[in-house]
């Protein structure tokens, strides 16, 4: 089989990837390892989230805030496509601070996005306790502000997951779920790409986006791709009263009622296990916000591994020995999906990466390591 174009990878940045290849008429594979797949697609918390993001790299700001600005235009494309709505809504988002101390570090790290040259026009502020109290009337005494961006919202990730699957197999994509890639090798014009079980596809140009398998596809390639696993573990409790329209960095209420709590970062290898100890302190946080929540109690609990670069901004990147392979990673699958979609994918489909994606690159690494010896 000689396709356009073969992404390996079926997550969040593989499918926005692929479904973005497909709108421009690219005759595409993805080629997945299925359900049984390490996916922190399909164990995220759903923000489309700007307030936070790039600080100490402004491009990452400006690229973010692009992203969140192509939203609404990429969810009513795709609903329209793959038939179901996503749960999309994007109503402004707070970062809830519980002591003055840290509204003390909310204000100078908004004065720092602010005063980044190059960050766009960002919209970050800081409320008090009464204006957040007007946005989100179930605070508890503990809120002394937060901090709003007009450009945050939430979607449901495995509704947007699934849609871009759908809307990509709507759209002439070929999706091949089965073993893992094992080698990448070029061919003619193209490239041969081999699974585990010996079965071969091949295609002119192939992405790479294997979440943190693409360390391993890049190594054989003679390639680095430096990713490292993330955890992060999620609390959903029951299904409770509407008490909060708008989604919260640490907590968000669900279109169904349930409230999803998580903040957690650890180490943990490929472990995606929880613990007593994390789940602990992360329901504690979330009854110092929100008392209530004392009462409901938590049906499910989860781990699942961020995609992490050493300096957790993405990486975007070819190799001028390999022409016609990129390979995309990124911590930030589900707000950047919309341009990974409507900017990464179309250039890709023409055989390049955008201009403003330069800065992206992994070797950006290899200047901070010869600075630092
Ligand atoms: C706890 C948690 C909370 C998060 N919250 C948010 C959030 O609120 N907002 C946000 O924007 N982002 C969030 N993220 C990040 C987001 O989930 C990731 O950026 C995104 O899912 C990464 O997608 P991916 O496709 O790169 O990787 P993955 O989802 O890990 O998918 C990788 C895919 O590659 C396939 N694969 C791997 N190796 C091979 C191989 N050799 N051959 C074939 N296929 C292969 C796997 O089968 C898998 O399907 C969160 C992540 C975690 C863990």
Same mark, same amino acid.
């Given at each position: 089989m000689d396709f356009d174009t073969i992404v390996i990878g079926g997550g969040l940045v593989g499918a926005a990837t692929a479904y973005g290849l497909t709108q421009q008429g690219s005759d595409t594979a993805l080629l997945d390892e299925g359900d049984i797949a390490f996916r922190a697609s399909v164990g995220n918390f759903g923000l489309i989230w700007v307030q936070s993001k790039g600080d100490g790299m402004p491009d990452y700001a400006r690229w973010t805030r692009?992203?969140?600005?192509?939203?609404?235009?990429?969810?009513?494309?795709?609903a329209a496509l793959s038939g179901f709505d996503i749960g999309f809504r994007q109503p402004g988002g707070l970062q809830l601070c519980l002591d003055e101390e840290k509204l003390a570090e909310r204000q100078l790290f908004l004065e720092r996005m602010h005063n980044q040259k190059g960050a766009g026009d960002y919209q970050g502020r800081l409320l008090d306790r009464a204006e957040t109290k007007s946005l989100v009337p179930a605070i508890g005494p503990r809120v002394v502000g937060a901090s709003f961006c007009p450009h945050d919202g939430h979607v449901n990730p495995l509704l947007l997951l699934r849609a871009l699957h759908l809307a990509s197999c709507n759209s002439g994509l070929t999706y091949l779920p089965g073993p893992p890639v094992v080698s990448i090798r070029p061919r003619g014009e193209g490239y041969l790409v081999r699974r585990r079980d010996g079965t071969e596809t091949s295609g002119h140009r192939v992405v790479l986006a294997a979440g943190l398998g693409n360390a391993d596809l890049a190594e054989g390639l003679g390639q680095r791709f430096p990713v490292r696993p993330q955890r992060g573990q999620i609390l959903v409790t029951q299904r409770t009263r509407r008490f909060l329209d708008l989604p919260i960095a640490t907590l968000r209420q669900?279109?169904?009622?349930?409230?999803?709590?998580?903040?957690?970062?650890?180490?943990?290898?490929?472990?995606?296990?929880?613990n007593v100890h994390t789940s602990r302190a992360m329901a504690g946080r979330a009854v110092l916000a929100f008392p209530h929540l004392a009462d409901v109690p938590v049906v499910r609990t989860w781990g699942a591994l961020r995609v992490m670069s050493p300096d957790g901004f993405p990486i975007y990147q070819t190799w001028p020995d390999l022409p016609g392979v990129f390979a995309l990673g990124c911590h930030s699958g589900v707000?950047?999906?919309?341009?990974?979609?409507?900017?990464?994918?179309?250039?890709? @489909? *023409?055989? !390049?990466?955008?201009?403003?994606?330069?800065?992206?690159? @992994? *070797?950006? !690494?290899?200047v901070q390591n010869s600075t630092a010896t």
């Open positions: 692009r992203s969140a600005d192509l939203w609404p235009g990429f969810a009513a494309r795709l669900t279109e169904e009622g349930t409230v999803m709590i998580g903040d957690s970062k650890e180490d943990a290898g490929f472990d995606t296990g929880t707000t950047l999906a919309a341009i990974h979609a409507e900017v990464l994918a179309p250039a890709i @489909a *023409e055989g !390049f990466l955008p201009d403003e994606t330069v800065v992206f690159r @992994a *070797e950006r !690494f290899n």
